[in-house]
């Protein structure tokens, strides 16, 4: 490659890769910026979406929730008084106008009861008499009522059969006989609640981008739209639904052939969708591309003229570089007529080429004599030097220091090599004394780790043991707690049976005092008759029978108001003892969590215990390795070292086959004092190591 293309293609390689490297960054950083900011309106306006779903969905269940506790507690109120008046012989199931009556009194809209074959036979209206439970969908699931006196339903509001209204049926047992005692109420309040939360209003206030949208699917139809005109339409079977219709992300969908980036989440049977068009995202990217071009296109023109300049600027330096070829493919440097002729020529130039051309022949010159002492020095002659044509004059400096050098390093080798002779043979001697010592060591080794082991599998079979131990507790555990709810179950039907019995006694209240106020009616009837005389005789005799009656009702309800006393002292008996029952289970509870959480405590220590005693063992196993690799390398050690003393003696012979100034070691030990050998207590003359490590050698 010429010189030429050397300079100028790095120079415009790397302006044109900058230009481009700085076009190509502020692209991605607009489009990442673009990215980043429609992927925030999509994920904000999404998860406000979801949010409201979810808080709609919350307070709907807790009302709901409510309805259902309070409208069953008035079916069972319902309940209560069919049994009543069953009891007193006053039931009559086709009386709509009683019915209606107690639903007056009960605040609900409908009350009707059933056969025990689920055939409606009363209630408050008339229309429904007849009606069986089992050939409706809506009635059918009540029926389990019959085979299941203690299940009760409260139904999801839905219209009802006659006016389509929005209605909740709830139902219980017959308490008097087989049936099923069902009221209906209007859950007009549920569906005005419903409507206040309507997440469509929501959706109608965002902002999404210039052209984006909001929209609502329920089941495939599309519920809300702030396009209005897509409301209602049917998306079930359309490809781009079946992508966004489950789960939550985004994605690129084409609707009716336009694209979108659509941001969905599906929650509580609805797909929230956002949707940003591709044409507006387009549009914001479009001006950064543009730009890029540009910027492409003007650092390609910028290259081409700098080409051309470095191009001319070059041209004199096509004579160094034939003759640096030529030198670099025969080893030629000598300058000839004709290069000198060209020298002259291109060296009057005042700029840097010619310079350079003028420097280049002088240098060639100092060569030609360096090589020639070079040539000396290879023959073995180590005494000549050559003239330094300053004191910057590196290679003039380099090739005297290089003589002295050799000189200085020759002799100096001449005493080392007696130094390392001495010095491998100690060398071996310590190495088989480090191999002893680590044969040593390893036996140890492999005695310590066997031990390791064995505590290692005592403390997993400990573990094990914890943890089954724990599931146990946890077992037990959760059969106290239910125990505890169950108990907790069994109070509150206990204080029910309390509530009901004190309505039955003031119910006997009321049927003493009219059993009271008839024998007074009595009692007027018999005064009046026997004025009559021999006229009222009759009318006695009917006063004095519902006297009679009067007086059986009385006693009748007094040994009942006995019974349902007695009913509610037992009642209240056995409310007290079952909450003593469940403040001990709750005892119960407490201890087994406590016993539990102290077990899994254990069972977590021994875990750890087992990880860090096999952690040791690996680190032993470690050990034992770099014993035995110690161990080998000290052999190897002794053998290296009865090769360096046979090596050291052929150095020798070979030293002495150069000629050297005189005072070669000295002058060598006084220019660049070096590092001998430490001498041997004991031992002058021979190299040694210093004493301190020679009394720690062998010691492991």
Not at 200 to 211: F, K, R, V
Not at 397 to 408: A, E, W
Not at 447 to 468: G, T, V, Y
Request: proline residues 2%; contains cysteine; glycine residues 8%.
């Amino acid at each position: 490659m010429k010189l030429k293309w050397k300079i100028a293609l790095p120079v415009l390689a790397l302006m044109l890769l900058s230009t481009l490297a700085t076009t190509l960054m502020n692209y991605f950083i607009t489009r990442n910026s673009i990215n980043n900011i429609v992927e925030t309106i999509i994920e904000s306006n999404l998860t406000t979406l979801v949010s409201q779903v979810e808080r709609t969905s919350k307070t709907e269940q807790v009302l709901f929730d409510e309805m259902d506790k309070k409208n069953l507690a008035l079916t069972r109120a319902f309940a209560e008084i069919v049994r009543m008046n069953a009891e007193l012989g006053t039931l009559k199931p086709q009386d709509a106008a009683e019915f209606q009556r107690i639903s007056d009194m009960l605040g609900v809209s409908e009350v009707h009861i059933t056969d025990d074959k689920g055939i409606l036979i009363g209630g408050s209206i008339t229309g429904y008499y007849g009606f069986d439970f089992g050939a409706s969908e809506q009635a059918a699931p009540f029926l389990r009522i019959l085979n299941d006196p203690s299940y009760e339903l409260a139904q999801e509001p839905q219209p009802n059969g006659a006016e389509q209204k929005l209605f909740q049926y709830t139902g219980t047992t017959r308490t008097d006989e087989k049936g099923i005692v069902q009221v209906g109420l209007d859950a007009h309040v549920i569906q005005e609640f419903h409507d206040l939360l309507d997440i469509a209003n929501t959706a109608s206030d965002m902002l999404i981008g210039s052209t984006g949208r909001a929209s609502i699917i329920r089941d495939g139809i599309i519920v809300y739209s702030q396009k209005t005109e897509k409301i209602g339409r049917d998306c079930a079977t359309e490809e781009w639904y079946r992508q966004v219709s489950s789960g939550r992300g985004k994605t690129w969908v084409d609707i009716d052939g336009v694209n979108f980036y659509a941001g969905y989440a599906n929650t509580g049977g609805m797909t929230m969708l956002i949707l940003f068009p591709q044409a507006e995202y387009n549009g914001y990217i479009s001006p950064a591309i543009n730009s890029s071009v540009i910027g492409i296109a003007v650092a390609v023109l910028v290259t081409i003229v700098i080409y051309f300049l470095v191009s001319k600027s070059l041209k004199p330096l096509a004579f160094i570089s034939a003759f640096m070829n030529r030198a670099g493919a025969t080893g030629d440097v000598a300058l000839r007529p004709a290069d000198v002729e060209t020298i002259e020529r291109l060296s009057q130039a005042k700029d840097e080429i010619g310079q350079t051309i003028n420097g280049c022949a002088g240098f060639v010159r100092h060569v030609t004599k360096i090589a020639m002492e070079l040539e000396s020095v290879a023959g073995g002659d180590l005494t000549g030097s050559i003239e330094q044509l300053s004191e910057s004059d590196t290679m003039g400096k380099s090739l005297n220091h290089m003589v002295t050098t050799l000189n200085d390093m020759f002799g100096d080798i001449n005493s080392s090599a007696d130094q390392v002779s001495a010095g491998s043979d100690q060398a071996a001697r310590g190495a088989q004394t480090l191999a002893q010592g680590s044969t040593q060591q390893a036996a140890s080794v492999e005695e310590l780790s066997a031990s390791i082991n064995d505590i290692a599998e005592k403390i997993k079979e400990n573990a094990e043991i914890a943890a089954r131990t724990s599931t146990l507790s946890e077992t037990i555990k959760t059969n106290a707690e239910k125990g505890s709810r169950q108990m907790d179950e069994m109070t509150e039907a206990v204080r029910e049976i309390d509530q009901a019995s004190q309505s039955i006694g003031k119910i006997i209240k009321t049927i003493d005092d009219i059993a009271f106020q008839t024998n007074i009616l009595a009692l007027n009837a018999a005064v009046e008759a026997a004025r009559a005389g021999q006229h009222g005789k009759g009318f006695a005799v009917v006063a004095e029978e519902v006297r009679s009656l009067a007086a059986k009702s009385a006693d009748a309800a007094k040994d009942t108001g006995n019974l349902i006393s007695n009913s509610m002292e037992k009642a209240e008996l056995g409310s007290r003892i079952a909450a003593e029952t469940a403040a001990s289970l709750a005892e119960i509870v407490s201890g087994i969590n406590e016993s539990t959480m102290l077990i899994n405590n254990i069972a977590v220590s021994l875990d750890s215990e087992s990880l860090g005693v096999s952690q040791i063992n690996i680190g032993i196993d470690q050990v034992a390795d770099v014993v035995q690799q110690n161990s080998a390398t000290a052999e190897e050690s002794a053998a290296a070292s009865e090769e360096i003393s046979s090596q050291s003696t052929v150095l020798q012979n070979l030293i002495s086959q150069f000629k050297l100034k005189s005072g070669g070691g000295e002058n060598a030990r006084r220019h660049e004092p070096r590092a001998a050998l430490p001498v041997i207590s004991g031992q002058p003359g021979q190299p040694s190591h210093a004493s301190d490590a020679g009394a720690e050698f062998g010691k492991y």
